[in-house]
């Protein structure tokens, strides 16, 4: 059973505008969580993260939200950049991250110019 | 020079044939870790280890083992390489919990013939 979901494949964006990407949990122990970004060819690159406690975090262009409740978290991008064109992965992991990642199957974000 | 580090970048064996994989890392972190990643899915953790003398299995252990050398050095092994174990491998690092991120290397193509 998937404990990280990313229902969407992929996603395309017009350059100048927000991304919004998505991710649902379904483990109510997971504490941390991750957005990773991959290039072909390329191991993922850590992007933000968000503890529990926490329900917004923000670094320049990148905010992830954490709606506990709903299990529910996303990553909004703004403006978005043709350098944003990437699979995006969704990360969680229990105890702060001490016992390893649990990954989503990510979501192909696509910047339009 | 990069901080995490994999050899071969890309191998071709058949099945039957054991291989290593190699991860070296520069960050000075204890933590460190397997994954792995087939296509349309996530990276899925195979090994982890705290430091030399602590080694943990992950959600998709058969068939591989691993080695943690010193601090720097953790390998990845195939006893006998079978061709559902094609997929891209990717070593980890992070520095002690909590809520610290994992810092990915290039990661190996490996094929099973």
Request: net charge neutral; hydrophobic share 30%.
């Amino acid at each position: 059973d998937q404990q990280v979901k990313q229902n969407s494949p992929s996603l395309s964006v017009q350059e100048g505008r927000i991304s919004i990407l998505n991710c649902d949990y379904t483990n109510s122990m997971f504490d941390y969580f991750l957005w990773y970004k991959k290039y072909p060819a390329e191991g993922p690159t850590f992007l933000i993260s968000i503890s529990s406690i926490k329900d917004k975090n923000e670094d320049g262009r990148f905010t992830v939200f954490l709606n506990k409740s709903a299990k529910h978290l996303s990553l909004h991008i703004v403006p978005s950049q043709p350098g944003d064109s990437a699979v995006y992965f969704c990360a969680a992991s229990e105890g702060g991250g001490a016992d390893g990642l649990t990954f989503g199957k990510g979501t192909h974000l696509i910047i339009q110019p | 020079d990069a901080d995490v580090t994999q050899t071969p970048r890309n191998r071709i064996t058949k099945t039957g044939k054991r291989i290593m994989l190699e991860c070296s890392q520069t960050k000075g972190h204890d933590r460190m870790y397997w994954y792995r990643q087939d296509p349309g899915l996530g990276l899925r953790l195979i090994y982890y280890s705290f430091d030399v003398k602590d080694i943990n299995k992950g959600e998709i252990s058969d068939g591989y083992s691993v080695s943690r050398q010193a601090q720097a050095k953790f390998s990845l092994s195939l006893e006998s390489a079978i061709p559902n174990q094609t997929a891209l491998y990717f070593c980890a690092t992070s520095d002690l919990p909590p809520y610290n991120e994992q810092f990915f290397g290039p990661g190996t193509r490996l094929t099973v013939l």
